[in-house]
């Protein structure tokens, strides 16, 4: 009994820690910096200028991506940041469906410390629109884009 008893209080300990680990000292909306769901507007822009303001802001901090879906070319989030950073994906992320879309890598994280990367929303890199074109067209992109990457 003694046992089931202390379990239950490392539970609870342990969901109380993680409750406050999670606290969120400011949310950063992409729609408040202009984004569009709409999966043909492009929203690089807004999503660049909303890791701004967040990897600039002190204490816990998330960037926020309501579900929708938002067209993104070639994205680079850059730091150092100054606190934690949690990037919470609930909408679908697109590239662009252009076989040729020129970049190596699509969605980058570079020199950023406590980083959260977390949600239900979907990288569409639009790998398919590429290879029914390389099928026909041998001269098409030899190697498509890495979908996310993490440096530093």
Known sequence: MAAKVLFALCLL????????????????NVMNYGATA???TD???AFLKAWSDACNS?????VMIPRGTYLLKQVIF???CKGWTIVRIEGDLI???????????WINFRYVKNLIVSGRGRLDGQGSSAWQDCNKN??????LPIVSSFHK
């Open 43 to 45: 929203n690089s822009a």
């Open 38 to 40: 709409d999966g043909k």
């Open 95 to 105: 590239a662009p469906s252009d076989p040729y879309f020129a970049t190596d890598k």
């Open 58 to 62: 002190n204490g816990k901090v998330a």
């Open 78 to 80: 850059n730091g150092p």
């Open 138 to 143: 041998h001269n098409c992109r030899p190697s």
């Open 13 to 28: 300990l342990v969901f109380i820690a993680e409750s406050q680990a999670t606290k969120v000292n400011k949310f950063f």
